[in-house]
Every structure is written in structure tokens, then in C-alpha cells.
């Protein structure tokens, strides 16, 4: 019999192959496509398109899940959606990279949103579907491990490769990782779910755990979305193409995430998970005031290094929160509107930024990125005062009477 842990790895490959695509195409290569037909008036074109594919991955995620979580309540697998998802991505990857037209460019990024999140809405459930209760801390680990490595991964591919190369890499690793780990998520859920007399409802700790997540990935997305434009504006382009900077400090940051991601995993087994995702917010929320506050090379890197290890501390915790608070009843469903708290932000974060800066008069790409920068250290700390408020989540913790104050 295989061990929890290696079950763990198996059922993590697909969200390396799925980080891997995000990595590449929100870190970097929509802000050089968009540049490459908008010239100038790129990132404000950026805002219009991170709305549309934020709220196209929303309807995406709910539809799918509901289906979801319909076949799984009649004893079916929930296999064709990772098929149709995935299949759909794959095909949208090609044209956003080849297209050479504005329409083009938004219908593939509209497509790939749907794509993605049609696989993503099932698969969410895996971690506390298939995964034992005193498994699910590992699961998360390994996520979050597996998130930062896709991340580096697509951010070396966005940085270093051609628009063909690109086009036949990005699909080849998704498609890759979802035959690794197809043998466990297709499979009829196991569902590993606590029994429980008492009625489904949303307490205040589901309020908390949303709230504080959503806040969180917000600075993520904040800070994300304008590296590119920082880099733009720093005058580090003379020392390389603004493209190969930027793809190299998300490197950097997602190689440290998984650095970040071991070492809370080992070391917060005696912590419970809302600490190590606090400890982790406020390293991340540190490398935000590097970025505001200094330029050059230097910074870039340091702050890239201590960002990223606080990220993958916090993503150690996130999933096994996650499974510990969402309904029961409806595992993809659920997970779709926790879910809400990433995708929503990709909506928010360039809007909120874009409407700031047109209010306070920050013009071109180093002012608008330092002012992103300043927004996103104050999203984490209200993220982080927000995180406090969840109980004490431990390993001996039972799920039945868990989020009551």
C-alpha cells in the first residue's frame, strides 16, 4: 500500500501542469502580448482584461462544480470535466500565443479562463475527497509546493522561449500533468468526510477564512499583475529585456515559495495552520514595502526571495484550511465559492489599482507599480488582522462544531 504522502504527491502533479499555464500567462506573457498590440495603452487594456477573464472564470468554476458535484452525489467520476477543460486550455493557449489581433488576443484569454477553470472547479475537492484527515496537511503542502514549482516553471518557459515554443511547451505540461495524476482524481471520490448530525450552514468562521483569503491573494494578484510594469519603469532594461527581468524575479519568487512551503510544513507541525499562514503573510507583506519603496536589481531580487518563501508558508496552510471549513455537502461546489476568494481579486486588483492611480494622478509604469505595491502591503495586512479572527486549527481538531466562536 502506498503511503498518504506519496497519494499526496500524486493527486498535487495536476496543479503543477495548471500553475505552470497561470505562471506563464498572468506573470508575464498577457502584459507582453498586450504591449506587443496596445503599445502604450497596454496596461490600461491589462484592467479590461483581468475583469473579463476573472468573470468568465467564475461562471466557469460554479457551472462546473455544480455538475461536479452532481456526478459524484450519483456514484459517477468526475472525469469529463478535467477532459473538456483541459482540451479547451490547450487550444486557447495556441491562439492567445499565435493570434495577432486584439480580438483574437481576448477571445483566447476568455477561452483559456473558461478552460482552466472547468478542470480546476472538480479537482479542488481532491485534497479532502481522496485524502485521509490526517492527510490533509501534507496534501496541502505539496499543493502549495506544486504551485510555486508550476509558477517557476511557466515563468522560465514566458521569459526565455519563443510564441511557438511557448505554444507546444505550456499544453505538453498540462496535458502531462493531468495523465499523472489522472489515475487518482477520475476515480469514483473515496470521500473521506467527517459524519455529523447536524445541518450544513455558514458560519462565522467561513465569513473569516473567505474574507481574509480573498484579501490575501488580492495583494498576490496586485503585485503580480504590475512586476512587469515596475520593471518597465525601473531602467533595469538595460541591462536585459524587461520580458527575461520580470520572468526571472517570478523565478525566483516561486523557487523560495517552495522553500517556503517545506520549511513551514516541517516546522508548523507543532503550530496551527492559521499561524503559519500569518507568518507567512507578513514575510510577503515585507517584500511589498521593498518593492514600494526602492528599484534596482538588488531589491528585486531580496524582495522576490523573502516574498516568495512567505507565500509558500502561507500556501502550506491554505488548502488544509480550505478542507477543513468547506461544506460538506458539496465538495466542488463549496470549493468553487472558496475558490472565489483567488479569482475575484484577478477581477479587483487591476481595476482598484487602475481607478487609484487615475484619482492620484500616477502616470506611466513605475509610478502606477509602486502605487500597486502600496496597495497590496495594506491588502495583506488587513488579510493577516482578518486571519487572526479564524479559531485554532490543528491536526487533533474534529470538523464537527469547527468556525463557532
Known sequence: MRSPLSKAARLAFFWFGIQAVWGAILGVLLQVRLVAIFGEAAAGRYALFAAAGAGA??????????????????????????????????????????????????????????????????????????????????????????????????????????????AALLPLLLLGSLVVAFGSI????????????????????????????????????????????????????????????????????????VAGASIAARAGRGFDLRACAIVGVVAFALATVLFASSRGIV?????????????????????????????????ALGFAFWNLAVVLPQFFAPSLVGTLATILGARGPQATSRLAFGIAFFELIVGMLWLARLPRVDETMELRGVGRR
Open 299 to 331: 531589491v528585486l531580487s531580496i524582495a522576490s526571495i523573502v516574498g516568495g518563501i512567505g507565500w509558500g508558508a502561507f500556501l502550506s496552510a491554505d488548502w488544509a484550511l480550505g478542507a477543513r471549513y468547506v461544506l460538506p455537502s458539496a465538495r
Open 57 to 166: 472564470a467564475v461562471l466557469a468554476q460554479l457551472v462546473s462544480a455544480a455538475l461536479s458535484d452532481r456526478a459524484a452525489s450519483a456514484g459517477r467520476t468526475r472525469a469529463p470535466l478535467y477532459v473538456v477543460g483541459v482540451a479547451l486550455a490547450v487550444g486557447a493557449i495556441a491562439a492567445f500565443l499565435l493570434g495577432d489581433s486584439a480580438a483574437t488576443l481576448f477571445g483566447a484569454y476568455l477561452a483559456l479562463q473558461i478552460g482552466m477553470n472547468v478542470a480546476i472547479a472538480p479537482y479542488q475537492a481532491a485534497v479532502p475527497e481522496y485524502l485521509e484527515r490526517d492527510a490533509h496537511r501534507a496534501g496541502s503542502a505539496w499543493l502549495a509546493a506544486m504551485q510555486s514549482s508550476g509558477n517557476a516553471v511557466g515563468a522560465v518557459i514566458a521569459a526565455t522561449a519563443g510564441a511557438a515554443i511557448t
Open 186 to 257: 477520475a476515480r469514483v471520490a473515496e470521500r473521506h468526510l467527517p459524519h455529523s448530525d447536524e445541518p450544513t450552514k455558514i458560519t462565522r468562521a467561513h465569513v473569516h477564512l473567505f474574507g481574509s483569503r480573498a484579501m490575501i491573494f488580492l495583494a498576490f494578484y496586485t503585485m503580480l499583475g504590475y512586476l512587469y510594469f515596475w520593471v518597465l519603469g525601473s531602467g533595469l532594461g538595460t541591462l536585459a529585456e524587461p520580458r527575461t527581468i520580470a520572468g526571472g524575479a517570478i523565478v525566483a519568487f516561486t523557487l523560495a515559495g
